[in-house]
């Protein structure tokens, strides 16, 4: 590894149970100081893949180094410079947040006086000093993510890995959150590893994104670089004909880059949205159809998602694997 990749992935896969390719063969490295962010629907492989490079799980093959530590060889140099905040809650109901990230320090071996004074800094980070000394049990949804935040960072290390950090949390919270995740970076040229659901967030915290469908990586690059890679404005129209295929008629028409058609719903890549769509509208008339429907939207990180994995992430078609862990997503977004 250079000196500047923290992280390198080599073919990593894992298959459960002899059939299930959860992770397929993927590479990619992150850089020190990066927010690397896993984008993908339910599913997709994001807590497989973290659950590998934080030795929780053993790949079925491939490899990857933490800070030039094999994941398969030196699991134990590997936890100790790592911290991982889980997509599930981990925290220990009847115990105190503040003893909640004593044990996990204890377990670490940080010495007690040393532990005390980290874990009432990281409090304080994470705005938790006023519920410190109260049972979990009594924590929100939002306090209990914090807290898991700031048991990742008792042992101060050098990569962070976060797990859907932000799911389920209400507007505010989750500025706080990405809050702390600036913060770490910044003031500690922390490397910080994410995992997340919401395009939104990868689009404002992350300096790169991997997007991730079905186990294989799709795409990887800045925010930026996979907004420029869709080439062209998307003009989104609706019909009111679903039994008569109009895409390739669409299609004839000089400017339009591409057209993907969902029963009466097209989405139709143009060079300029604003010249192409009255002309859009004046082809399906022709026809002897009417558009109910026009929107009209610049490249975004959304379009980039869409573009790349040729679904969206909230319309998933969905398997009985997948409703499992929708299952779980729900409930976590409702505690
Ligand atoms: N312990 C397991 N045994 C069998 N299959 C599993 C296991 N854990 C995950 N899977 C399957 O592996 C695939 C990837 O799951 P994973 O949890 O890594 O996805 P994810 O991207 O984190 O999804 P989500 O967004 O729902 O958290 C899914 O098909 C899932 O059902
Ligand atoms: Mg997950």
Same mark, same amino acid.
């Given at each position: 590894?250079?000196?500047?990749?923290?992280?390198?992935?080599?073919?990593?896969?894992?298959?459960?149970?002899?059939?299930?390719?959860?992770?397929?063969?993927?590479? +990619?490295?992150?850089?020190?100081?990066?927010?690397?962010?896993?984008?993908?629907?339910?599913?997709?492989?994001?807590?497989?893949?973290?659950?590998?490079?934080?030795?929780?799980?053993?790949?079925?093959?491939?490899?990857?180094?933490?800070?030039?530590?094999?994941?398969?060889?030196?699991?134990?140099?590997?936890?100790?410079?790592?911290?991982?905040?889980?997509?599930?809650?981990?925290?220990?109901?009847?115990?105190?947040? +503040?003893?909640?990230?004593?044990?996990?320090?204890?377990?670490?071996?940080?010495?007690?006086?040393?532990?005390?004074?980290?874990?009432?800094?990281?409090?304080?980070?994470?705005?938790?000093?006023?519920?410190?000394?109260?049972?979990?049990?009594?924590?929100?949804?939002?306090?209990?993510?914090?807290?898991?935040?700031?048991?990742?960072?008792?042992?101060?290390?050098?990569?962070? +890995?976060?797990?859907?950090?932000?799911?389920?949390?209400?507007?505010?919270?989750?500025?706080?959150?990405?809050?702390?995740?600036?913060?770490?970076?910044?003031?500690?040229?922390?490397?910080?590893?994410?995992?997340?659901?919401?395009?939104?967030?990868?689009?404002?915290?992350?300096?790169?994104?991997?997007?991730?469908?079905?186990?294989?990586?799709?795409?990887?690059?800045?925010?930026?670089?996979?907004?420029?890679?869709?080439?062209?404005?998307?003009?989104?129209?609706?019909?009111?004909?679903?039994?008569?295929?109009?895409?390739?008629?669409?299609?004839?028409?000089?400017?339009?880059?591409?057209?993907?058609?969902?029963?009466?719903?097209?989405?139709?890549?143009?060079?300029?949205?604003?010249?192409?769509?009255?002309?859009?509208?004046?082809?399906?008339?022709?026809?002897?159809?009417?558009?109910?429907?026009?929107?009209?939207?610049?490249?975004?990180?959304?379009?980039?998602?869409?573009?790349?994995?040729?679904?969206?992430?909230?319309?998933?078609?969905?398997?009985?694997?997948?409703?499992?862990?929708?299952?779980?997503?729900?409930?976590?977004?409702?505690?």
């Amino acid at each position: 590894m250079t000196e500047n990749n923290v992280i390198v992935v080599r073919n990593l896969s894992k298959v459960y149970g002899g059939k299930i390719k959860a992770v397929n063969k993927i590479s +990619f490295f992150i850089k020190r100081g990066e927010i690397f962010g896993f984008l993908g629907p339910n599913g997709a492989g994001k807590t497989t893949t973290i659950k590998m490079l934080t030795t929780l799980i053993a790949p079925t093959s491939g490899d990857a180094r933490i800070l030039g530590y094999s994941i398969k060889g030196d699991s134990s140099m590997v936890r100790a410079s790592i911290g991982v905040v889980p997509q599930e809650f981990t925290a220990d109901e009847d115990l105190t947040g +503040f003893d909640n990230a004593l044990l996990i320090a204890d377990l670490y071996g940080i010495p007690r006086a040393i532990a005390k004074k980290r874990i009432s800094d990281l409090m304080e980070l994470v705005e938790l000093n006023g519920a410190m000394n109260r049972k979990v049990s009594t924590y929100s949804g939002g306090m209990r993510r914090r807290l898991e935040l700031a048991i990742g960072l008792v042992n101060h290390p050098k990569i962070l +890995f976060l797990d859907e950090p932000t799911l389920g949390l209400d507007v505010q919270t989750r500025a706080a959150v990405w809050r702390y995740i600036q913060k770490l970076k910044k003031d500690y040229n922390m490397t910080l590893f994410m995992t997340t659901h919401y395009l939104e967030e990868a689009d404002s915290l992350c300096d790169r994104i991997a997007i991730i469908d079905r186990g294989r990586i799709i795409r990887i690059g800045s925010p930026n670089k996979l907004k420029a890679g869709i080439g062209g404005d998307i003009v989104s129209l609706s019909v009111n004909n679903d039994h008569e295929d109009l895409t390739d008629m669409l299609r004839k028409i000089n400017g339009v880059v591409e057209v993907k058609r969902v029963g009466k719903d097209y989405r139709i890549k143009v060079k300029l949205a604003e010249t192409l769509a009255p002309k859009l509208i004046t082809a399906i008339s022709a026809k002897g159809y009417q558009v109910t429907k026009l929107s009209m939207t610049k490249p975004t990180l959304d379009e980039a998602y869409l573009e790349y994995t040729g679904r969206s992430l909230r319309e998933e078609e969905t398997s009985t694997g997948d409703v499992m862990s929708q299952r779980r997503t729900l409930r976590l977004s409702r505690s």
